[in-house]
């Protein structure tokens, strides 16, 4: 049995560093009205509850100062009785030393960024940018000169300063091609009403009445006004998002070392194209000319452009399939020729990932432009990794160990020795403690670890350990899974404890070491239940055939790895009553395993889960993924009439091809997996429920839309198991709100209680 007390190991620095307020000289610009502090929570017995949960403060974007000698990071801290967040400024030496709050603003303030003489910051705060001198006075840090620099009517969602300083990339918005009734009637300006002729009319939690874009504008740190920037799509024929909604942020986008340029992401389809395809393609976006040429890779997702330091190649994360949003995540380079022109030649692309079995995430290229710095997800812990090209091969090393049980972030900073020896920066999480930042100090082959921050030590060290075990069960056709098994605080294997399977989302989800704010594992045990974790078929850190298997096999292997994982936990003497819990594609199979389980579970609890595949099908907004997962071709045909006037309508006579697209994962599809898949949904087994069940779902979740939560309820009842119905009419897929969240986990442990410790 590999038992590691992670909780012991959280924290390998010696000490917590006080964190003491600045001195504020902020002329009145940055109003503390509303601020919310950090919680000074007292807990009882050691154990986690909710209201713990949400005390904890988020620290996030961590930058070093010019000089390498500070890290400007953010906080959000929460109030469950305002039912918001505020997030303010943080600084620190690079080690850690001397951590002090920067800002106190009842507004969050965030995406602050050093100027290069580490003299002023810029950051968003109300939805425009503000700038300001930054200073140590007798070693207090403080703000002055506060000056909102930008009004943009639409509001600002994030920027990005272009190297020479004298540029500002931003994020607003511009009108869709969705109708409002005043778009047809202007006497009607007390409608509520919105018209469309295509498809993404609405996407994730709202209706798409806008569209995000990229501007340029004019910008430096004394206060250049920015009323209105260029839009970098400004020509185009037709409205595309700029970054890809729903989660796209300014990681799509990239300056070059000369700011002379701009890498972005950008899928340039709209209506019925986009929903059916995952195409984005990476361009090059000259500033001066507007002129913009395309890396043509004529596949699924290409995201992440970073450009090398020197200039003199790009690299890029890369999907080969359109269609298909699990794809494996490859790590593309490209060399980067500058001839005179107006725009450079972008060649020699290569897959540098080809032999490398995980998916990559968050590259950064080292300061020689020699290598790359990725995080991928391997074999259950995300690591930090690095690529180096030797004699014209990129051969990859991981640098943080296999023992390591955290979840490691791609580096924001590299500090390097005169011996050689490097120490990256970076932010590490696990089940146990939420994001933290860490120096990873490297010397030949091995590691060190030092954690920098500790923002929440004053409520971790407040709470008894527990102990968690990488147990591997076998699956019915032989292999052996890891599966995650978290045990209770002062567990003893004497005592009977009730148990909760995990039903990972995704499908191709992430079950890692990474620390959630819905779904958090600590707080489960904390309420003296074992936690199951499999990482079932589908899950994304072990190889794409593990990963695929799922697509258009739903109902098959997956569910039995979780009925092989319950089983064998389920026997242990320890563990009583048992249930099975998920959101999602987690929400599906706890539907699926309510119609197939037998007597394995004792209470099922489903979130947001897809319970009628048919209906799904033709109410959520993403059709390339359900296009693809249930049971569809691996590549996405699109007739070029669509969307037109001629656009072809209705079925091809291929049994897979209807309205111009190959739709052959669609209820209509003549392939067999499409129809094993429809013939084995969910809402086809409620004659065999007999499981307590308990439903959650957001009204404004457009993924899962809401129907799907109230038909399975209205199923249960109706077949008379006994279940209750949680509804978040303002909640999307997540679920947000302080209170909301609040209410969540408390109605959660409620059902369980009820169900499991009788």
């Not at 490398?356 to 300061?367: E, H, L």
């Amino acid at each position: 049995m590999d038992i590691l007390n992670k909780a012991a190991v959280a924290v390998l620095a010696t000490g917590i560093l006080a964190t003491t307020s600045c001195t504020m000289t902020e002329n009145d610009a940055i109003s503390s009205e509303g601020y919310i502090a950090r919680s000074e929570i007292k807990i009882e017995e050691g154990h986690m509850t909710p209201e713990v949960l949400l005390a904890f403060g988020r620290l996030s974007d961590p930058q070093v100062s010019p000089d390498g000698k500070h890290i400007l990071y953010g906080v959000s801290y929460t109030s469950v009785s305002d039912n918001r967040s505020v997030h303010n400024l943080f600084i620190c030496n690079l080690d850690g030393s001397d951590n002090q709050q920067l800002t106190t603003s009842g507004k969050s303030i965030n995406n602050a960024r050093w100027s290069a003489d580490g003299k002023h910051v810029a950051f968003l705060m109300g939805g425009q940018i503000w700038t300001a001198g930054i200073s140590n006075e007798g070693g207090s840090w403080k703000l002055d000169d506060v000056r909102k620099v930008s009004d943009v009517p639409a509001g600002i969602g994030e920027f990005k300063i272009s190297p020479d300083e004298k540029k500002v990339m931003y994020i607003s918005y511009v009108k869709s091609d969705v109708k409002s009734p005043t778009d047809c009637y202007s006497d009607l300006d007390k409608a509520t009403a919105y018209e469309t002729d295509d498809l993404m009319y609405r996407h994730w939690d709202h209706t798409v009445m806008e569209i995000p874009h990229t501007f340029v504008a004019d910008f430096d740190f004394d206060g250049k006004e920015i009323k209105e920037g260029k839009d970098i799509l400004e020509g185009e024929a037709e409205l595309y998002e700029l970054p890809t909604e729903p989660f796209g942020g300014l990681e799509q986008l990239a300056w070059s070392p000369d700011s002379r340029y701009i890498a972005y992401s950008c899928r340039k389809l709209t209506g019925k194209k986009y929903a059916f395809s995952t195409n984005t393609e990476i361009y090059i976006y000259n500033v001066e000319t507007a002129e913009t040429a395309v890396i043509d890779m004529k596949g699924g997702y290409d995201t992440d452009p970073v450009w090398s330091p020197d200039g003199s190649k790009i690299c890029w994360v890369s999907m080969e399939r359109d269609g298909y949003e699990a794809d494996k995540q490859r790590l593309m380079v490209a060399s980067v020729t500058w001839n005179g022109g107006s725009m450079p030649v972008i060649g020699d692309i290569k897959d540098i990932t080809a032999g490398f079995k995980y998916n990559v995430s968050g590259p950064a290229w080292t300061a020689d432009s020699k290598g790359i710095y990725f995080a991928s997800l391997a074999e259950g812990l995300q690591g930090m990794f690095e690529a180096v090209c030797d004699g014209g091969e990129w051969k990859i090393e991981r640098l943080t160990g296999e023992d390591m049980w955290y979840d490691f972030g791609s580096p924001f900073h590299v500090a390097e020795s005169e011996d050689g020896s490097r120490t990256l920066y970076t932010t590490w999480c696990s089940m146990d403690f939420p994001t933290e930042l860490v120096a990873v100090s490297l010397e030949g082959t091995e590691a060190s670890y030092t954690q920098i921050t500790h923002e929440n030590e004053h409520i971790l060290s407040q709470l008894e350990n527990h102990s968690t075990e990488a147990r591997y069960v076998k699956t019915v056709d032989g292999k052996d899974m890891l599966t995650w098994v978290l045990y209770p605080p002062q567990f003893d294997p004497a005592k009977t404890y009730p148990a909760i399977t995990i039903c990972l989302g995704g499908p191709q989800g992430t079950l890692s070491q990474g620390w959630s704010y819905r779904w958090n594992y600590r707080l489960m045990t904390d309420q003296g239940y074992v936690v199951v974790l499999p990482n079932r078929r589908g899950t994304t850190a072990f190889g794409q055939e593990w990963t695929e298997q799922i697509s258009g096999d739903y109902p098959g292997l997956n569910m039995q790895d979780y009925l092989a994982a319950a089983r064998e936990i389920k026997a242990e003497p320890y563990v009583g009553k048992m249930a099975a819990c998920g959101a999602s594609y987690g929400g599906y199979s706890v539907y699926y395993l309510c119609g197939t389980h037998g007597d394995v579970f004792d209470a099922f609890v489903a979130h947001a889960g897809i319970f009628n595949e048919e209906h799904m099908y033709m109410t959520t907004e993403e059709m390339w993924f359900a296009n693809f997962d249930n049971g569809g071709l691996h590549e996405t045909e699109i007739d070029p009439r669509v969307g037109t006037p001629e656009g072809p309508v209705g079925p091809a006579g291929d049994g897979v091809t209807f309205g111009g697209i190959k739709q052959g994962g669609s209820p209509w599809s003549n392939l067999p997996k499409a129809q094993r898949h429809y013939r084995l949904s969910p809402h086809k087994l409620v004659t065999n429920w007999h499981t307590p069940l308990m439903v959650i779902h957001g009204g404004m979740d457009y993924r899962v839309p809401v129907d799907e939560g109230m038909a399975a309820y209205n199923a249960a009842q109706m077949m008379g198991v006994p279940s209750r119905l949680l509804i978040f009419p303002d909640e999307n897929h997540w679920i947000l709100k302080p209170q909301n969240a609040l209410l969540w986990h408390r109605e959660y442990f409620r059902w369980l209680d009820q169900w499991c410790r009788k």
